[in-house]
């Protein structure tokens, strides 16, 4: 789709897979606005920049999904965000509007390995489950933690290391909150990373 404007339409189980939803038209963009993505399948989907506005993701499958330079605005996530990634721009996307994630809806997805790169997230609804942990303070508390685990020389220490190095990295720059996946913690280094990370927090805090 090119320069293409869609509004209060269902996608609901639709394959998408490998369709081109963010493709720019000598700077036009596609446009979705009240669309139903709920069981779509949107894996290997192209996206450089487009509007996705009021839109619903319910249990859609984005397994590594790059969302680029994408503009979400008031929309609802729902179920399994596996290895997605949102970005304020797209690459060398400066010239079209950024990634504010304005009034996005995530209390009911459930993270893994989940990427916010260069996103404040100031108007973000976050995952209410037991699963993700909220950070205040977000850059601040993950220093923090990250500088009592460069004492460490143990395999589970580095790996959550490396997690929260990623986290830093990408860090908006006026982010205040954000939130750390107990189930990234657990798979690279098992349940003695996510207690560790806790026990580090308390000790941040």
């Not at 009021?54 to 979400?72: A, M, P, R």
Request: proline fraction near 2%.
């Amino acid at each position: 789709m090119w320069d293409t404007h869609i509004s209060n339409t269902s996608f609901r189980s639709t394959d998408l897979r490998r369709s081109a939803l963010g493709g720019i038209d000598e700077g036009k963009r596609n446009s979705f606005n009240n669309v139903d993505f709920t069981k779509a399948d949107l894996r290997q989907t192209a996206h450089e920049s487009a509007d996705f506005i009021e839109c619903i993701f319910s249990d859609t499958n984005l397994t590594k999904v790059d969302f680029w330079g994408t503009v979400f605005v008031n929309c609802v996530f729902e179920g399994r965000l596996d290895e997605v990634i949102f970005h304020r721009y797209a690459f060398r996307g400066q010239n079209y509007p950024p990634n504010e994630m304005k009034g996005v809806d995530f209390r009911r997805a459930r993270f893994r390995f989940v990427e916010f790169r260069g996103l404040d997230m100031t108007d973000v609804k976050w995952p209410e489950g037991d699963d993700c942990i909220l950070l205040g303070n977000y850059a601040e508390t993950l220093k923090h933690v990250s500088e009592t685990l460069k004492t460490r020389s143990d395999m589970h220490s580095k790996k959550v290391a490396a997690i929260i190095a990623s986290k830093l990295k990408w860090a908006g720059p006026r982010q205040k909150q954000g939130v750390i996946s107990k189930r990234d913690l657990n798979e690279v280094g098992g349940e003695r990373a996510v207690t560790e990370f806790l026990e580090l927090l308390g000790r941040a805090d």
